[in-house]
């Protein structure tokens, strides 16, 4: 009996604390940073092959973002930190905000980028920011980095 009034209370404090989030107006709403910039960094998918009878997955950049390459491009988003701690000089970037399940939604994982400052690490922030910097492509993303980095980035203010 102890077992089922144990249950039927973390039932209802489960329920409270889910009808107290849907209401609370301090969990952050996001503000949409899809950009054509962003549209083109969606678009990355993978190439799938075989090396015997392991898969193999190579980054696939379709003409609208290779235009991208090694050029300087303003991309709104979110902070999404690879480390703990309060300041970043490298993170990764995103359309949602960290506070959100990446794996929520439609589509799947949202496009996201790695980022490396030029100059000192900025303070993380659930707000969204913006970003000016050189865009690159990883040629062995397997050996650690992003697919995609915005390099050499400066904040816009």
Not at 112 to 127: H, N, P, Q, R, W
Request: charged share 20%; net charge positive; with cysteine.
């Amino acid at each position: 009996m102890k077992q089922i009034i144990t249950a039927f209370a973390f039932i209802c404090l489960f329920i409270q604390v889910h009808a107290q989030i849907g209401s609370n107006p301090d969990v952050p709403d996001h503000t949409p940073m899809m950009n054509k910039t962003w549209d083109a960094i969606d678009k990355m998918a993978y190439k799938v092959t075989y090396n015997g009878a392991k898969k193999v997955y190579t980054p696939f950049y379709p003409k609208e973002l290779k235009a991208l390459e090694n050029k300087v491009v303003e991309l709104p988003g979110y902070m999404v930190p690879l480390h703990s701690g309060r300041n970043h000089k490298n993170f990764m970037m995103s359309v949602l905000p960290v506070m959100q399940c990446q794996f929520c939604g439609s589509n799947g994982i949202p496009p996201m980028v790695e980022v490396t400052l030029k100059g000192g690490a900025i303070k993380f922030s659930e707000d969204p920011i913006k970003l000016k910097g050189k865009m690159i492509f990883t040629k062995d993303p397997l050996k650690g980095n992003s697919e995609i980095q915005i390099v050499d980035a400066e904040l816009i203010k």
